[in-house]
């Protein structure tokens, strides 16, 4: 066992050796396995494993991962990332990227469990630590404000410090932190925000707003200001550069219809849309505002200077309904495409955050199509991200705000849709794609959920929040006959809710670019924030 031991780590360090070798040879090539000539035995001897292993397609890809991974330089120059793109998919636990990358893959026709998403190709990745310092499972305000300030603070508060009751007023106007993105600002690089929630929804709110309580979207106590305003009126810099996300109606006074017929939130009889193009009309600023697919398409970032964009009354849709949006819509991937294009005009570089809002809506409707749908278009925006920027000087950051209580369970057969019915596996004896049974004799689903309101069968209605319409159906249901894969179908849940929540466990976090080493490990939230300022210099002084 000793020599067996010795002769393993021998190899292991042949292999790491050959890796990092200076030679003339391709420094990204794996290193070559011995001469495969010779008995079973031989090749024992030599290599310490056995013939099967050395000629395994599993066991050369490690070979080739590890070889990739040696290879990779890392660059710990604070400053070096002259542009920082902070991706937030909400409420993107780890096994909904493990599901999304089945559903995706198995779009593509592969088995789906050896995909990977864009942001799983990455060369460095970590876990992070949601909870907020009042609860032990987050909400976004909270987990978000860790993120783009460096500082853990309660639940649904938004950029005030963690000693500021939910809902007072008065002691957050003394408390206020600072954002990544109002650092960003001060320091001439470009900013921008983008989200398919309402621009005003807890995650893009906190780069910008410091409220005590999130629900202030449109209105707030006598001596505050709602989210909306302080979007429109944000001192930092010249304000944000690039908005594009929902809302709209949170801009709007109660008494105005929008393009498509809904009703303005606003009380106070302020119109923040025309506010914010009188703020940027001094015959200089190029400012574009936009509201349908038409004009989305329409625009020329290369002459725009602000653009705000506000595509529907409230969120926008999900990726899989969005082609019923009355006026159109654009995806996140396509928004991140424009956006970019925008931000790289400006020489000192940007600060841009992306959020994919909608992955965690599905989740608290029981609805994991429209979750992992969403997903995988958050997947489409990162590599769009990728391919539209150098890692030698941007930093890309991908990771969630939280998690949820969908679980992957049931021992299914490999490759079996990742919304279907768990399946009998290999050597059962039984036909295949006979579903297992419960106790109950009923088939049950690979993936569900610990709480929510449940099981719905809604066909091929793609948007999950008409779940809400219907009653909380808790606890186990025959699903025999019930297509598990189509877009309304709602996951069993185990105990009845109103609606589904967040799940406290650690989420993932992906980075690219300079300082993207620093994110290994399991690691507090508001570091990522560290990371972010260290590798962007958002700390140096301001520009004059």
Same mark, same amino acid.
């Given at each position: 066992?000793?020599?067996?031991?010795?002769?393993?780590?021998?190899?292991?360090?042949?292999?790491?050796?050959?890796?990092?070798?200076?030679?003339?040879?391709?420094?990204?090539?794996?290193?070559?396995?011995?001469?495969?000539?010779?008995?079973?035995?031989?090749?024992?001897?030599?290599?310490?494993?056995?013939?099967?292993?050395?000629?395994?397609?599993?066991?050369?890809?490690?070979?080739?991962?590890?070889?990739?991974?040696?290879?990779?330089?890392?660059?710990?120059?604070?400053?070096?990332?002259?542009?920082?793109?902070?991706?937030?998919?909400?409420?993107?636990?780890?096994?909904?990227?493990?599901?999304?990358?089945?559903?995706?893959?198995?779009?593509?026709?592969?088995?789906?469990?050896?995909?990977?998403?864009?942001?799983?190709?990455?060369?460095?990745?970590?876990?992070?630590?949601?909870?907020?310092?009042?609860?032990?499972?987050?909400?976004?305000?909270?987990?978000?404000?860790?993120?783009?300030?460096?500082?853990?603070?309660?639940?649904?508060?938004?950029?005030?410090?963690?000693?500021?009751?939910?809902?007072?007023?008065?002691?957050?106007?003394?408390?206020?932190?600072?954002?990544?993105?109002?650092?960003?600002?001060?320091?001439?690089?470009?900013?921008?925000?983008?989200?398919?929630?309402?621009?005003?929804?807890?995650?893009?709110?906190? %780069?910008?707003?410091?409220?005590?309580?999130?629900?202030?979207?449109?209105?707030?106590?006598?001596?505050?200001?709602?989210?909306?305003?302080?979007?429109?009126?944000?001192?930092?810099?010249?304000?944000?550069?690039?908005?594009?996300?929902?809302?709209?109606?949170?801009?709007?006074?109660?008494?105005?219809?929008?393009?498509?017929?809904?009703?303005?939130?606003?009380?106070?009889?302020?119109?923040?849309?025309?506010?914010?193009?009188?703020?940027?009309?001094?015959?200089?600023?190029?400012?574009?505002?936009?509201?349908?697919?038409?004009?989305?398409?329409?625009?020329?970032?290369?002459?725009?200077?602000?653009?705000?964009?506000?595509?529907?009354?409230?969120?926008?849709?999900?990726?899989?309904?969005?082609?019923?949006?009355?006026?159109?819509?654009?995806?996140?991937?396509?928004?991140?495409?424009?956006?970019?294009?925008?931000?790289?005009?400006?020489?000192?570089?940007?600060?841009?955050?992306?959020?994919?809002?909608?992955?965690?809506?599905?989740?608290?409707?029981?609805?994991?199509?429209?979750?992992?749908?969403?997903?995988?278009?958050?997947?489409?925006?990162?590599?769009?991200?990728?391919?539209?920027?150098?890692?030698?000087?941007?930093?890309?950051?991908?990771?969630?705000?939280?998690?949820?209580?969908?679980?992957?369970?049931?021992?299914?057969?490999?490759?079996?849709?990742?919304?279907?019915?768990?399946?009998?596996?290999?050597?059962?004896?039984?036909?295949?794609?006979?579903?297992?049974?419960?106790?109950?004799?009923?088939?049950?689903?690979?993936?569900?959920?610990?709480?929510?309101?449940?099981?719905?069968?809604?066909?091929?209605?793609?948007?999950?929040?008409?779940?809400?319409?219907?009653?909380?159906?808790?606890?186990?249901?025959?699903? %025999?006959?019930?297509?598990?894969?189509?877009?309304?179908?709602?996951?069993?849940?185990?105990?009845?809710?109103?609606?589904?929540?967040?799940?406290?466990?650690?989420?993932?976090?992906?980075?690219?670019?300079?300082?993207?080493?620093?994110?290994?490990?399991?690691?507090?939230?508001?570091?990522?924030?560290?990371?972010?300022?260290?590798?962007?210099?958002?700390?140096?002084?301001?520009?004059?």
């Amino acid at each position: 066992m000793k020599l067996f031991k010795k002769t393993l780590l021998a190899f292991s360090i042949a292999v790491l050796a050959s890796a990092c070798s200076d030679d003339n040879s391709d420094s990204n090539n794996p290193a070559e396995l011995p001469d495969s000539t010779g008995t079973p035995q031989q090749q024992e001897d030599h290599l310490g494993i056995s013939s099967a292993q050395s000629k395994s397609s599993w066991f050369e890809e490690g070979q080739k991962a590890v070889a990739a991974a040696s290879a990779e330089e890392i660059n710990n120059t604070p400053g070096a990332a002259k542009n920082i793109i902070l991706f937030v998919g909400d409420g993107m636990g780890i096994s909904t990227v493990t599901a999304a990358r089945i559903f995706a893959g198995q779009k593509l026709g592969l088995d789906g469990e050896e995909y990977q998403l864009s942001f799983e190709k990455m060369p460095y990745a970590g876990l992070v630590k949601t909870y907020n310092t009042n609860q032990q499972t987050a909400d976004s305000a909270g987990t978000m404000t860790a993120l783009v300030t460096g500082v853990k603070t309660k639940a649904g508060v938004l950029s005030v410090a963690e000693d500021v009751a939910r809902g007072d007023c008065t002691a957050s106007l003394d408390r206020p932190l600072t954002t990544s993105l109002e650092l960003a600002e001060e320091l001439g690089k470009s900013t921008g925000i983008i989200s398919t929630a309402r621009i005003t929804h807890a995650t893009p709110a906190a %780069t910008y707003a410091k409220v005590p309580e999130r629900e202030w979207e449109y209105t707030a106590p006598d001596g505050c200001r709602d989210i909306a305003t302080q979007l429109v009126e944000l001192q930092a810099g010249d304000g944000i550069d690039l908005v594009m996300g929902g809302g709209r109606r949170n801009f709007l006074p109660s008494d105005q219809k929008d393009l498509e017929d809904k009703d303005g939130k606003r009380t106070d009889g302020r119109n923040l849309i025309e506010e914010w193009k009188e703020r940027y009309s001094d015959g200089v600023t190029t400012s574009v505002y936009v509201e349908d697919k038409t004009a989305f398409d329409q625009l020329d970032v290369a002459n725009t200077d602000k653009l705000l964009g506000l595509f529907n009354a409230s969120h926008m849709r999900y990726e899989a309904d969005r082609a019923n949006d009355v006026a159109g819509e654009p995806s996140l991937s396509e928004m991140t495409a424009k956006g970019l294009a925008m931000m790289q005009k400006n020489d000192k570089g940007y600060f841009l955050m992306v959020e994919s809002g909608r992955i965690d809506h599905g989740h608290h409707a029981n609805n994991a199509f429209n979750a992992l749908s969403d997903a995988e278009e958050f997947a489409k925006a990162v590599q769009v991200a990728m391919d539209s920027t150098n890692a030698e000087d941007t930093l890309i950051i991908v990771t969630a705000d939280h998690s949820h209580v969908m679980t992957i369970a049931g021992g299914t057969t490999r490759g079996n849709p990742i919304l279907g019915k768990v399946i009998k596996n290999d050597g059962s004896g039984l036909p295949e794609e006979t579903p297992k049974l419960d106790k109950e004799g009923l088939p049950y689903t690979t993936l569900n959920y610990a709480n929510g309101r449940g099981f719905a069968d809604n066909g091929d209605n793609t948007d999950a929040d008409d779940r809400y319409d219907g009653d909380i159906v808790a606890g186990r249901q025959d699903l %025999t006959g019930i297509d598990t894969t189509a877009p309304g179908f709602h996951q069993e849940a185990l105990i009845p809710l109103s609606g589904e929540t967040h799940g406290g466990e650690d989420v993932g976090v992906w980075a690219r670019g300079p300082g993207a080493h620093l994110v290994s490990g399991t690691n507090e939230q508001n570091y990522l924030f560290h990371v972010m300022a260290r590798a962007g210099g958002l700390l140096e002084q301001s520009a004059e």
